[in-house]
């Protein structure tokens, strides 16, 4: 029942911007937080940012200082503004919600959306 929906990928340059949002439905009673993710084919999945039920922000330290998460709690989206891109940063990425859908506790997942930064 519950899903999230990602939105903003893209094609871009580097040293260009990109924003990404991903917006929840369904039965979803209470949030720990909210993340973004990101993967390359025949890596694993890392962190990239969380943004807790109070606004607190982590950053991996790839991506301190030119990503900002952020979430508008009134239409339950959570947005990630990417700045100062590097090819680097090419990459499958997932949004993820943490939290309960009735009293189960469990992860949920957006569907991905590509980024891509190239020259």
């Known amino acids: 029942q519950v899903q999230l929906v990602e939105s903003g990928g893209g094609l871009v340059q580097p040293g260009g911007s990109l924003r990404l949002s991903c917006t929840a439905s369904g039965g979803i009673n209470s949030v720990t937080y909210m993340a973004w993710h990101r993967q390359t084919p025949g890596k694993q999945r890392n962190l990239v940012a969380t943004?807790?039920?109070?606004?607190?922000?982590v950053y991996a330290d790839s991506v301190k200082g030119r990503f900002t998460i952020s979430r508008d709690n009134a239409k339950n989206t959570v947005y990630l503004q990417m700045n100062s891109l590097k090819p680097e940063d090419t990459a499958v990425y997932y949004c993820n919600l943490y939290g309960y859908s009735g009293s189960v506790l469990a992860n949920y997942w957006g569907q991905g959306t590509q980024v891509t930064v190239n020259s």
């Open positions: 943004i807790n039920r109070g606004g607190d922000t």
